[in-house]
């Protein structure tokens, strides 16, 4: 889609517009009004942009300064700021014996969840456009793990996934697939996996409506025309739908890496139980680091807190390069 | 994925009943639709699945839920606490708090985001690629590290507690994804029917309102809940904004029912099960917006 | 031209949108939270409170009344802000970083602001009738570096939990008194079979340093002795040798390590343990469940001497800030009242912290047998700013001498004491 800068002819003095002056159109109005598509002047694109910066800029700007203030202070126990540790708290962090236990969980937390989110979402966000009796009912199940808050579903998740008192353990006995109860989340080869379905299970509606929303713009007429030629259904989605609904996955991914780097209460919670970092990741660290822990530092915290935010730069960086997004978004 | 060919041809060797127009080329396609059904029905249920024990456990005393060994249904049915939690004052409060919030919030995420979207979708400008990279870049700040700065800013410009504070941090951390999205439709939008438009006299303004905002409807739809969802189930900037009880949104009100030292699992379920009712309503009203798109013939 | 006059009004409209967001809804603090003294010492009229819940019920509703009484009374406003506790730390945390410290606290350590210079102590803020009245360990716990910092609220003492009906099916006859019964009991239990637990414990991060110091107190341990860390003694160490026997016995719980007190709880509460460290708090809860018949009695100890109790206090503690010291003054002098302190420990089903509420509660059955133990009561340290940081260590460190040694946790925790203090 190229953008044009094409002076198309102007027809008659624009009857329809009603606050048109009513005189023949001028060469430079006609150009004007073409370059209402493709080119604009930037002090106008910015009265366009001028609230979503105010209010990004004001809003997340001020505290990520002050964020990045406070981990170059030394603070006590208490909260109190007792004066300037340079880069001391960076370097603690890096130090950090159990950083690299953080560092690992994350990567697997984060490619874990996202993957799987991704294939499942397509999935069934392919099956959701399809009508069929009771489809309506389908995507408003759907939608429930979304709309409840995460923190509550955390915490029902560890009850259900209970050693005592769980209903999955339940089950799992009583169906005789296990002879003693799990320990889904004290049991440290299990807590990862535990923690991934959790993710998954909570991702997957916000990424299937994406999908759902991509497909949505995939025009019936090429389908139909794909159709006719006699292409499978499998070379239909993969050569078709797959490639447009690019927009959508990259949204989705990028999104997701970000949302899911940044998920706090699923681990947070899970983890109640569990002293140390085990099966932390960089948030929860950060977090820990600073109520927690035996380094109870806010300073320490802050400075995770940029590694955070660096790491998932680096991250989305990598993955937007890698898909060429300035071709994506420069239609 | 099944899809339904069109091209099927019909089955030359099923048995064909005589004279019925409840005849083999239906039979296929009713099958598939009931298999499908069946298949909703599934996945709908392991979506439901955990908090269909949330349900049960909200009609059981607090004690029912831990006990050993668990009973999927309650040992003995506890009725009114529903009766009790809507009964109660500080929940209606929390339950107002946050219907303002959430509200107010995607009510200024969708009128920010449109403009932005659509600027940067349709139109070339210098900064453009650096607008979109500012806005992805803020959205990596995780809120509970930016929490402490966010405290001081409100409270330098006396804005804590006020439901102004949290709509615009809810506004500000969710504009991202409705931007990123409404982007996407937007340029997705042939430029021909933008330019029948603008050739027929329209202004920017009004290809925006007329001839591209109901194309971009599935969108606007997902923004919308996106955005809802999110400033309904915040947790973080509210605890820390918010002083008065009366003003805390339900996730941070909630928390009362679980103290170290008490535990009202009963209550906190039925409050959750409350708490998931106007996301699913709003869901419910728009939810058939969410299909729709480009149909054969707007182009031609 | 039209095209960007449109655009202008577009803009203009947002822009007024957003700023309609924020003057709009809720009405602003006021002034600013806490208390309102300018750097010029004039006296604050409204001091700032927050406040930890105890219980979804009580607390708020208690300090709303209190509120309202000390304003009646004193003529100051009271602005009450109840945080969860699992949130606290968090909040004061925040407020604190952001110099907008409340003007009262109540947290459950007090040392390490004394140490910051952040509190005012008894001299300053505490009727010389409070604080005679405060129980004398109270004040000894409280006290750092030869001034009273730490007021405290309510207190707690923990004592032996054990489920009567367990007991008489496992033909046990009466609580233990000595370790070696309180182990032969627990295997008398768990060979019942049935997901019977002989003894619940919880190690886990939340209170793994309460568990661990009923212990080490009976046992003739402690965390200090004559100002010095004493973590990794010899008794300390055969304590934690103990546990990791049960522990490898399977007469506890699965996962020691990662059991917190409310899951300890929650498997007495449910009838499948049958011994645990309780506190008044667990005791009204099986009192209105009905569904255990369980007893109380003293801790046992090593070697069958006297039982010692552990005593915890939460505190509320008072921030300096300029002009507030007469409204603060005001409010322990109207809490520590015997109505106000006893009305809060009441409805929340705590122990007194006063003398007098010792003497109020005295009639109280249910709690003779802790109001017996609590002026003997041995705290942690929480008079040595080291202790929270410790204590943290312990939460996260102590468990894992379920898998590995005893002596190499207690060792490391020793050190951290060390290189903190």
């Known amino acids: 889609m190229s953008d044009s800068t094409t002076v198309t002819p102007d027809p008659a003095p624009a009857a329809g517009s009603g606050d048109q002056p009513s005189r023949m159109p001028s060469r430079t109005r006609r150009r004007r009004r073409a370059g209402r598509i493709g080119q604009v002047h930037p002090l106008v694109a910015l009265l366009w942009l001028a609230p979503a910066l105010a209010l990004i800029l004001g809003v997340v700007l001020y505290p990520a300064i002050k964020l990045f203030d406070a981990s170059r202070g030394e603070y006590s126990i208490t909260g109190l700021r007792k004066g300037d540790a340079g880069w001391d708290n960076y370097v603690n962090v890096l130090q950090h014996p159990d950083l690299g236990t953080v560092l690992r969980n994350t990567v697997v937390w984060v490619v874990a969840v996202v993957a799987i989110t991704i294939v499942l979402s397509l999935a069934l966000a392919q099956f959701l456009v399809k009508s069929f009796p009771g489809r309506r009912f389908v995507r408003w199940a759907v939608i429930i793990p979304w709309a409840a808050s995460l923190v509550i579903t955390s915490q029902l998740f560890v009850l259900l996934y209970d050693y005592n008192y769980g209903i999955i353990n339940h089950v799992l006995l009583s169906l005789h697939v296990i002879g003693t109860p799990i320990d889904f989340l004290g049991d440290d080869s299990w807590t990862m996996f535990s923690m991934v379905v959790v993710g998954v299970f909570v991702s997957l509606p916000f990424t299937i409506f994406v999908f759902i929303a991509g497909l949505g713009a995939i025009p019936d007429d090429v389908m139909e025309a794909a159709t006719v030629d006699g292409a499978s259904p499998w070379q239909r989605y993969w050569n078709i739908t797959l490639p447009l609904m690019r927009p959508a996955l990259m949204i989705a991914t990028v999104l997701n890496v970000i949302y899911v780097f940044n998920s706090f209460p699923i681990i947070y919670t899970l983890n109640d139980r569990n002293p140390g970092y085990a099966h932390d990741t960089t948030i929860t660290f950060m977090y820990k680091l600073a109520f927690k822990s035996q380094e109870h530092d806010v300073g320490m915290s802050a400075a995770a807190g940029i590694f955070n935010v660096l790491l998932i730069l680096v991250v989305v960086g990598i993955y937007l390069k890698i898909i060429n997004w300035r071709e994506e978004t420069s239609r | 994925m099944t899809s339904t060919t069109v091209s099927a041809p019909p089955s030359a060797g099923a048995p064909a009943p005589q004279g019925g127009p409840t005849a083999t080329p239906r039979d296929p396609k009713r099958r598939k639709r009931i298999l499908m059904a069946i298949g909703g029905a599934l996945v709908a249920f392991v979506f439901v699945a955990p908090y269909l024990v949330m349900v049960l456990d909200s009609l059981r005393t607090s004690s029912d839920v831990k006990s050993t060994p668990p009973s999927f249904l309650p040992k003995v049915w506890q009725w009114d606490t529903y009766a009790q939690i809507l009964g109660d004052e500080r929940f209606l409060n929390w339950l107002k708090t946050s219907l303002i919030i959430a509200t107010g919030s995607t009510v200024i995420v969708i009128l920010v985001a449109i403009p932005a979207a659509f600027m940067t979708a349709r139109h070339r400008f210098p900064g453009r690629g650096l607008f979109l990279l500012v806005v992805l870049v803020t959205q990596m700040f995780a809120p509970t590290s930016l929490v402490v700065g966010l405290y001081r800013q409100f409270f330098e410009l006396n804005m804590i507690n006020t439901y102004g504070a949290l709509i615009l941090t809810n506004a500000a951390f969710n504009l991202a994804f409705a931007i990123w999205i409404l982007h996407g439709f937007f340029s997705s939008i042939p430029l021909e029917v933008e330019e029948a438009a603008a050739l027929d006299g329209a202004s920017r303004w009004q290809i925006l309102r007329r001839v591209m905002l109901p194309l971009t409807l599935p969108g606007l739809v997902t923004a919308t809940i996106f955005t809802f969802i999110a400033a309904w189930n915040e947790y973080v900037v509210a605890l820390t904004l918010m002083i008065d009880d009366d003003k805390k949104p339900l996730t941070v009100g909630m928390r009362a029912y679980i103290t170290g030292y008490e535990q009202h699992w009963d209550q906190l379920f039925a409050a959750s099960v409350i708490a998931v009712v106007p996301v699913v309503i709003l869901f419910a009203i728009i939810e058939k917006h969410l299909v729709g798109g480009l149909t054969a013939g707007s182009v031609k | ?421």
Request: net charge negative.
């Open chain 3, 1 to 421: 031209m039209r095209s960007t006059k449109k655009s202008v009004v577009v803009a203009g409209l947002a822009i007024a949108g957003l700023a309609l967001g924020a003057c709009g809804g809720g009405t602003g603090a006021g002034t600013a939270p806490g208390g309102t003294a300018g750097a010029t010492g004039e006296e604050a009229k409204t001091i700032k409170l927050v406040a930890a819940e105890y219980s979804k019920d009580h607390t708020k509703a208690f300090w709303d009344a209190f509120a309202k009484t000390y304003n009646e009374k004193t003529g100051y406003t009271l602005e009450v802000q109840v945080v969860s506790w699992d949130n606290i730390d968090q909040q004061s945390s925040t407020m604190i970083q952001n110099n907008q410290a409340p003007d009262i606290l109540n947290l459950n350590a007090y040392a390490s602001y004394a140490k910051d210079g952040l509190l005012y102590d008894s001299d300053a803020v505490l009727p010389a009738v409070a604080k005679d009245d405060i129980l004398d360990t109270f004040v000894k716990y409280g006290t750092y570096q030869g001034k009273f910092y730490g007021f405290p609220d309510l207190s707690s003492a923990r004592a032996f939990f054990y489920n009567k009906t367990i007991f008489k099916q496992a033909g046990i006859t009466a609580p233990p008194k000595t370790w070696a019964e309180l182990e032969a009991d627990a295997q008398k239990i768990t060979a019942l079979g049935g997901g019977k637990v002989g003894y619940a414990l919880p190690l886990g991060p939340e209170e793994a340093q309460g568990e661990f110091s009923m212990w080490i107190f009976n046992n003739g341990g402690d965390w200090k002795t004559d100002g010095n860390w004493v973590i990794n003694s010899d008794k300390n160490v055969q304590t934690l040798d103990f546990l990791k026997k049960l522990a490898d016995e399977k007469v506890t719980q699965n996962n020691p390590a990662r059991t917190n007190r409310a899951d300890a709880f929650d498997l007495f509460k449910s009838g499948a343990a049958g011994m645990v460290v309780g506190f008044s708090p667990l005791a009204a809860d099986l009192d209105k469940d009905k569904k255990v018949d369980y007893g109380v009695a003293p801790f046992p100890t090593m070697d069958g001497s006297e039982s010692k109790t552990l005593g915890v206090t939460d505190y509320l503690m008072a921030f300096k800030k300029p002009g507030n010291e007469k409204a603060v003054k005001a409010f322990y002098n109207l809490y520590y009242t015997p109505d106000q302190v006893n009305t809060f420990i009441k409805a929340e089903g705590f122990l007194p912290v006063t003398e007098s509420g010792v003497k109020y509660f005295s009639n109280e059955k249910a709690l003779t047998v802790y109001l017996n133990t609590l002026p003997n009561a041995k705290l942690t340290p929480t008079d040595d700013p080291a202790w929270d940081k410790v204590k943290l260590a312990v939460q996260q460190n102590l468990g894992g001498a379920m898998n590995g040694s005893p002596k190499a946790t207690l060792d490391g925790l020793q050190r951290t004491a060390e290189s903190v203090g």
